[in-house]
């Protein structure tokens, strides 16, 4: 099992920056696929991107590709999301999440972990 805490989440201006973090508990960190999604006021939650647990392979959403970076430390547990360029349509609550499954990386019913989440706003 595992359980998963983010921060970084914050107000930031349009065009800024924000770096969340998603610290893992447990032994086999190395062994799960990592995800992050947010989920915007009255809208479903939405893939955004994920960080394979063997190759290290990233796959990223088209809405944020080129602006933000998935990284992860499995000596430290850690999962972060770089995000730059921010817009106001990034503004959400993100939520870092675990699976060990390889398919369906985009799917949110894939990931058996989830994190309280994080809220990030971007001001205009």
């Known amino acids: 099992q595992v359980q998963l805490a983010e921060s970084g989440g914050g107000l930031v201006q349009v065009g800024g920056s924000l770096r969340l973090s998603c610290a893992a508990s447990?032994?086999?960190?190395?062994?799960?696929?990592m995800g992050w999604f947010r989920q915007a006021p009255g809208k479903e939650r939405e893939f955004v991107v994920t960080?394979?647990?063997?190759?290290?392979?990233?796959y990223y959403s088209d809405s944020v590709n080129g602006r933000f970076t998935i990284s992860r430390d499995n000596v430290k547990n850690t999962v972060y999301l770089q995000m730059n360029a921010l817009k106001p349509e990034d503004t959400a609550v993100y939520f870092c999440?675990?699976?060990?499954?390889?398919?369906?990386?985009?799917?949110?019913?894939?990931?058996?972990?989830w994190g309280q989440g994080t809220r990030v706003t971007v001001s205009s």
């Open positions: 960080i394979r647990r063997s190759t290290g392979r990233t």
């Open positions: 447990g032994r086999t960190f190395s062994s799960y696929n």
């Open positions: 999440a675990a699976t060990q499954w390889d398919y369906s990386y985009s799917q949110v019913p894939t990931y058996d972990y």
